[in-house]
């Protein structure tokens, strides 16, 4: 069956620190992945995306990768801060459809 | 900018009646919207594709005549939750695309639909 999975556990990091988190694809065939902020009670907004043939991708102190061979995509913020602090999601889009499925996403805390 | 509003943010309602939520992309025409479903600590679930002009395509497993989708315009989708129940209380959330892009998604704020 097609999975997105993310991390359920709440990811905690001390300010500064650089961020990892995960995004594992199951029986997909990506055209492209994004990355979504989600606050609580909000909704999601878009800060990355990156293609299949893309490697890595960079805005700021963020940056994306994407391994197709190991169906994952790594999320890094660097110099994090609390205001970092929030929920990202993981989408991909598979090729022939407009449809986004979204990972369940994991809460990141950053404390200063 | 691209900014989608929802109206309304929250409501509250009672079990059997009907509530309407409305999707608008405020600087751009979007000829599809999606109309996403959210319980707590889950992800976003997309319920169906709003086209302007057509009927929605929904998800399997969403009832088509229990939320009624309306796309009239290029810039205003509407969802209708009908005879509501305490179970279809969720955080419902829409997005929308510009034509020229459609592989960037802008989300609006998210309605918060509370059935008792």
């Known amino acids: 069956s097609q999975k997105i999975e993310q991390n359920s556990e709440a990811l905690n990091i001390q300010e500064g620190k650089t961020a990892t988190l995960t995004c594992n694809y199951t029986?997909?065939?990506?055209?492209?992945l994004q990355w979504y902020r989600q606050d609580p009670g909000r909704g999601p907004v878009f800060l990355l995306l990156?293609?299949?043939?893309?490697k890595e991708k960079r805005k700021e102190r963020l940056k994306v990768t994407f391994d197709t061979t190991l169906k994952q995509s790594l999320f890094h913020i660097t110099a994090s801060q609390p205001a970092d602090s929030a929920t990202y999601l993981c989408?991909?889009?598979?090729?022939?459809?407009?449809?986004?499925?979204f990972g369940t996403g994991t809460r990141l805390q950053v404390f200063p | 900018g691209a900014v989608v509003s929802q109206h309304p943010s929250r409501v509250i309602c009672k079990s059997g009646t009907s509530v309407k939520i409305e999707c608008r992309s405020l600087?751009?025409?979007?000829?599809?919207m999606f109309w996403y479903r959210q319980f707590p600590k889950q992800s976003l679930m997309l319920m169906a594709t709003?086209?302007?002009?057509?009927?929605?395509?929904?998800e399997q497993g969403v009832e088509k005549d229990k939320f009624l989708i309306n796309h009239a315009s290029l810039t205003l989708s509407t969802l209708t939750v009908t005879s509501a129940h305490p179970e279809d209380s969720s955080f419902y959330i829409c997005?929308?695309?510009?034509?020229?892009?459609?592989?960037?998604?802008?989300f609006g704020p998210g309605t918060r639909l509370t059935v008792t």
């Open positions: 989408a991909l889009r598979s090729y022939n459809t407009d449809k986004l499925i």
């Open positions: 990156i293609r299949e043939n893309e």
């Open positions: 029986n997909y065939s990506p055209a492209y």
């Open positions: 600087d751009f025409q979007a000829t599809t």
């Open positions: 709003s086209n302007e002009g057509s009927k929605a395509t929904y």
């Open positions: 997005s929308a695309s510009r034509d020229s892009n459609p592989n960037e998604q802008y």
